[in-house]
């Protein structure tokens, strides 16, 4: 057999299991939940959904996000490393399922599941992607919020408060921020993420604009010494925030300017405008691609 075909053959043998692992989805089982301490009790949970944020206090725990349904055990024997009070509340920063997943297992262990109305009514109701027209099928009256809030509401515990607060119209329409005062620990779901292009879910309410707004909230409410827990991606602090805000505003300047131009939606992705963020992200084709698409959708009118 000569090299190159030996070369050919490896790499046919490595996209086809690239491919099978890609339909097959996370595997679970090996999933390791990592724990970050923040300080004054408060903890960042890295899995494999979205980031989880622990409060815990003298009488009980707030989770913010429960990652996929799967975790649900694993989530449990992360936070009882931290905590042995019962957990009270868990928190749904909006409605994707690798931050609702575990809404159903957590309730069924007597938590209430809290989130912004709209989180509810899309769980509910069942959704479609933008980009890809996937439907994804209404969730059982199991894995629903028990209680859902409209522009803010607030979790107490004996000994800690948690402040939630909706932002209209940025990730999803149903967004969840988290101020943990007392821990100066902000978590900000997928209106913020570090290290990779956030999703602008343009068909579930989801809009550029408010998701520039979400930062200028947040960079007013932290400090210097703030932990912010982005929705996905490694613990940020107010530069890294508005770095992300800087480019988000340019990502959206750049874009109506083509759209003014009459271009598009195949226009701009061939115009590759974010080019620079691809580099400095390490974004892939496809990803590159589809913050490309989720911008010029966001900002054509409704």
Not at 85 to 99: A, C, K, M, Q, S
Not at 105 to 131: M, S, W
Not at 231 to 254: C, I, N, T
Request: glycine share 10%.
């Amino acid at each position: 057999m000569s090299s190159l075909t030996s070369r050919l053959l490896a790499v046919g043998l490595a996209l086809t299991i690239g491919t099978a692992l890609a339909q097959s989805g996370p595997d679970f089982s090996h999933a390791v939940i990592n724990t970050t301490d923040l300080g004054h009790n408060t903890y960042m949970l890295e899995g494999l959904g979205g980031n989880v944020t622990v409060i815990a206090g003298s009488d009980g725990v707030i989770m913010i996000d429960g990652e996929y349904a799967p975790l649900h055990d694993k989530l449990k024997a992360a936070i009882a490393q931290v905590s042995k009070e019962p957990i009270r509340y868990l928190v749904n920063t909006h409605f994707h399922g690798d931050h609702t997943g575990g809404n159903a297992p957590f309730a069924h262990d007597g938590v209430v599941v809290v989130a912004q109305v709209n989180v509810r009514k899309r769980l509910a109701a069942g959704t479609v992607n933008g980009l890809t027209g996937a439907k994804t099928a209404p969730v059982a009256q199991d894995g629903l919020p028990s209680k859902t809030y409209g522009s803010a509401l607030t979790l107490r515990l004996k000994d800690r408060v948690v402040e939630l607060h909706h932002i209209a119209n940025a990730h999803t329409d149903g967004d969840t921020y988290a101020w943990i005062p007392d821990a100066n620990v902000l978590a900000t779901g997928d209106t913020v993420t570090i290290g990779r292009y956030p999703n602008i879910d343009f068909a579930n309410g989801g809009n550029i604009r408010g998701m520039i707004a979400a930062t200028d909230v947040y960079l007013k409410l932290v400090n210097d010494d703030t932990k912010i827990v982005p929705g996905h991606g490694p613990l940020a602090d107010k530069a890294k925030l508005a770095h992300y805000r800087a480019m988000l505003v340019a990502a959206r300047e750049r874009m109506a300017a083509l759209i003014k131009q009459g271009k598009s939606e195949a226009d701009v992705v061939a115009a590759r405008p974010f080019a620079d963020f691809d580099q400095e992200l390490g974004a892939s084709a496809q990803q590159a691609q589809n913050f490309i698409r989720v911008v010029y959708h966001s900002l054509q009118p409704s």
